[in-house]
Structures are given as structure tokens and as C-alpha cells.
Nanobody, 126 residues
Framework: QVQLVESGGGLVQAGGSLRLSCAAS????????MGWFRQAPGKEREFVAV????????VYVDSVKGRFTISRDNAKNTVYLQMNSLKPEDTALYYC???????????????????WGQGTQVTVSS
């Protein structure tokens, strides 16, 4: 059905920037909400940011507000996560996920998302 492929991860020093991309295929995404999650070793998968594809409405976890920006390119069916002022605590495997906007539940809860990418590693050194 829906396939999501992340890219753009890498190794950067604290204070640096990265832009993650999530390319989506298989469906029309105007009725979907797209999210970014991250998971560090030994930690629960954590909500990072979400965007409503059609309206641009977005929500961020408190720890990344003012540093990260989520956006989308409708023509390319791609969602982005621009990450600035990176900190070592941002180090994690970052996942792209998708859910229908009408789905019940929390936009911050991983189990309420239907589709997931394979993840891309972000490592921030001090």
C-alpha cells in the first residue's frame, strides 16, 4: 500500500544541522498526517513532530521547539525534517510514519500510525 523511505541522516557536531527526507509512494497523501519519531538505544520510541499534509498544521515535542521544522513538498510526495542547533541528546534512529487524518487516537503515539519507514541514523557528537 504505502511505502516510506527516509534519508539524510549522518554524523554531525553539536550545533550543526541536518535535513531528513521521507519519500512516500503508493497513495495520495492529502488526507494523511505525517510524523517523525526517534528511538535511542534502551529508550522508548519518542514523538518528534507531525504535519497535516493538506493544511500544514504541525506539532512538536517540547525538546525540539525552535530548533526543528517539519515541512512537505506536495509535488514530490516528500516530508522533511530540518534540524538545526543539534545536541548530543538528539542522537537516535529517526523514523517517518503516516496515518490517516481521521484516525482516532493520539498523533504522538507510535501505535496509532499505520505505515513506517526503515529509519535513518542521526548521530551528534560533542
Amino acid at each position: 500500500q504505502v511505502q516510506l523511505v527516509e534519508s539524510g541522516g549522518g554524523l554531525v557536531q553539536a550545533g550543526g544541522s541536518l535535513r531528513l527526507s521521507c519519500a512516500a509512494s503508493g497513495r495520495t497523501f492529502s488526507t494523511y498526517t505525517m510524523g517523525w519519531f526517534r528511538q535511542a538505544p534502551g529508550k522508548e520510541r519518542e514523538f518528534v513532530a507531525v504535519i497535516n499534509w493538506s493544511t500544514g498544521w504541525s506539532v512538536y515535542v517540547d525538546s525540539v521547539k525552535g530548533r526543528f521544522t517539519i515541512s512537505r513538498d506536495n509535488a514530490k510526495n516528500t516530508v522533511y525534517l530540518q534540524m538545526n542547533s543539534l545536541k548530543p541528546e538528539d542522537t537516535a534512529l529517526y523514523y517517518c510514519a503516516a496515518r490517516r487524518t481521521t484516525t482516532q487516537g493520539s498523533i504522538r503515539t507510535p501505535r496509532d500510525y499505520e505505515y513506517w519507514g526503515q529509519g535513518t541514523q542521526v548521530t551528534v557528537s560533542s
